[in-house]
């Protein structure tokens, strides 16, 4: 019998990798008639050392961030897939996206190879690696464009 998912989670932030993620999830999710759940973290450690500006930085971040999770709704619908909600989430990347399958019946998590954090990457690990090693269901980690060409040079290509 085929692995059929019904909850597929993907961690989105604005990269050109996610947005590939968000683009292979929608696919997936029409192929298994499953429900597609995006979730954005808005990284609350970046905003510690502006106290005073913390509640207006966090709400610009978090409006431009409802406008992208809009804009992959709309997309997704026009797709021809209904079953489609998000999530704005605050804290640690790695801890928050770990934590949302646990919750959510997530059976699937498709997420892209790398994000915008190049000095997050670099100081703490990728959230990427975290999440495959750390999560309780099947990962994806998404690699190449719909057409299967490796993702970097469909970028540079554009």
Same mark, same amino acid.
Do not use: W
């Given at each position: 019998?085929?692995?059929?998912?019904?909850?597929?989670?993907?961690?989105? =932030?604005?990269?050109? @990798?996610?947005?590939?993620?968000?683009?292979?999830?929608?696919? !997936?999710?029409?192929? #298994? +008639?499953? /429900? &597609?759940?995006?979730?954005?973290?808005?990284?609350?450690?970046?905003?510690?050392?502006?106290?005073?500006?913390?509640?207006?930085?966090?709400?610009?971040?978090?409006?431009?961030?409802?406008?992208?999770?809009?804009?992959?709704?709309?997309?997704?619908?026009?797709?021809?897939?209904?079953?489609? =909600?998000?999530?704005? @989430?605050?804290?640690?990347?790695?801890?928050?996206?770990?934590? !949302?399958?646990?919750? #959510? +019946?997530? /059976? &699937?998590?498709?997420?892209?190879?790398?994000?915008?954090?190049?000095?997050?990457?670099?100081?703490?690990?990728?959230?990427?690696?975290?999440?495959?090693?750390?999560?309780?269901?099947?990962?994806?980690?998404?690699?190449?464009?719909?057409?299967?060409?490796?993702?970097?040079?469909?970028?540079?290509?554009?």
């Amino acid at each position: 019998m085929l692995q059929q998912y019904k909850h597929i989670l993907v961690p989105v =932030d604005g990269s050109y @990798e996610a947005e590939l993620a968000f683009k292979k999830a929608v696919a !997936v999710a029409k192929r #298994n +008639d499953a /429900d &597609l759940h995006l979730v954005h973290v808005v990284d609350t450690r970046a905003f510690q050392n502006f106290s005073s500006l913390d509640t207006s930085m966090v709400e610009q971040v978090t409006e431009t961030a409802k406008k992208t999770l809009d804009k992959y709704v709309a997309d997704a619908k026009a797709d021809g897939l209904d079953k489609i =909600d998000y999530a704005i @989430e605050y804290g640690a990347p790695k801890t928050i996206i770990g934590d !949302v399958p646990l919750g #959510n +019946d997530t /059976d &699937l998590i498709m997420i892209g190879a790398t994000g915008l954090n190049a000095v997050g990457r670099l100081f703490i690990g990728s959230v990427t690696e975290y999440v495959t090693r750390t999560a309780v269901c099947d990962v994806i980690v998404v690699r190449t464009d719909l057409d299967n060409q490796p993702a970097k040079a469909a970028h540079r290509a554009e």
